[in-house]
């Protein structure tokens, strides 16, 4: 058998970011409207310093306007529900995403629920879950919206009947992306820690999403052949070259054992370069669709 074809998220995100790019500059031109984003980061956790310079750059890049704020680590619940309520009021602003985790201290989720449902990029608050759980027009997650993206340009737009198994039940990643799929008519199953013989469940799958957050913990005979893979795992492991594993460097994998998997998938995503650069460019369809919503477009 043939490799696997590798799916390839730098490239589709670009296409979607010059996509979306056209998109604004119709929207400025023909309604006067600029669709804006604002990124909310508290503390200076390194990683998530990076997705929000990221967040922030490619908004510009894409001619939105774009605002980030950085609060210090100890902002207090009140002072960022503040900022939350003031952005919620704010007409220049149509998407809010507050990065997370947030530092400890912060009740993350009465941060998220105090977002408007319809600037709430992230799909992340309660009323948009709801709605994508009915099958209602929603913000969906980003990354769920991204793995949806990469699965249709690989297999076509008609996914029906399909057998799909979501490894991970996450608010943020395996409940939405089974939601998804479900809309989509496959037949779904959601896996978690507590599933029996997971093995056998990932074998029946003809598209298998997996984001468990455990470093290849997937294996190539857990797969059927000619399976769809989209990994969904960003998990940081040591070099195996002693000396770079000595200067404390680590590399990302992902949660399947992607060189064997290859063999017998009939397409995957690697990581990094997969679901990853998705993420942020679905961050900005989302910020054009909640702009127009906004502005009844
Ligand atoms: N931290 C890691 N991923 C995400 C995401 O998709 N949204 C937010 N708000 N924080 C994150």
């Not at 960022?80 to 990065?99: E, F, K, M, S, T």
């Not at 530092?103 to 600037?119: F, H, N, R, V, Y």
């Not at 370069?273 to 906004?294: D, E, F, H, S, Y």
């Amino acid at each position: 058998m043939p490799l696997a074809r590798m799916i390839d998220g730098r490239a589709t995100a670009e296409r979607l970011r010059r996509d979306l790019a056209d998109e604004v500059a119709r929207l400025k031109s023909d309604h006067g409207l600029t669709p804006g984003l604002a990124v909310v980061l508290v503390g200076d956790d390194g990683a998530s310093q990076v997705y929000v310079r990221s967040k922030g750059e490619q908004s510009k890049a894409a001619g939105m306007h774009s605002v980030t704020h950085i609060l210090p680590a100890d902002t207090s619940q009140t002072e960022l529900l503040a900022l939350v309520r003031h952005l919620n009021g704010d007409p220049a602003i149509h998407g809010i995403l507050v990065q997370l985790p947030l530092p400890k201290g912060l009740d993350e989720k009465a941060i998220i629920q105090a977002i408007d449902p319809d600037k709430d990029v992230d799909g992340l608050h309660v009323i948009n879950a709801g709605r994508l759980a009915q099958g209602l027009p929603c913000l969906a997650p980003c990354t769920p919206v991204g793995c949806m993206i990469l699965l249709r340009d690989t297999l076509g737009q008609d996914l029906s009947g399909k057998r799909a198994v979501v490894i991970g039940r996450s608010a943020l990643v395996g409940r939405p992306v089974a939601q998804l799929l479900v809309q989509a008519n496959c037949t779904v199953t959601i896996a978690h820690s507590h599933t029996q013989d997971l093995a056998a469940v990932c074998r029946e799958a003809d598209i298998l999403v997996a984001a468990a957050g455990r470093a290849q913990m997937i294996k190539a005979d857990w797969l059927k052949p000619g399976v769809t893979v989209i990994d969904v795992g960003t998990n940081p492991i040591p070099f195996r070259d002693p000396a770079k594993a000595a200067e404390g460097k680590t590399k990302l994998v992902g949660d399947v054992d992607y060189k064997a998997a290859r063999e017998v998938a009939y397409a995957i995503t690697p990581v990094p370069g997969g679901v990853g650069p998705m993420t942020v460019a679905c961050l900005l369809v989302n910020t054009v669709t909640a702009a127009k919503r906004i502005a009844g477009i």
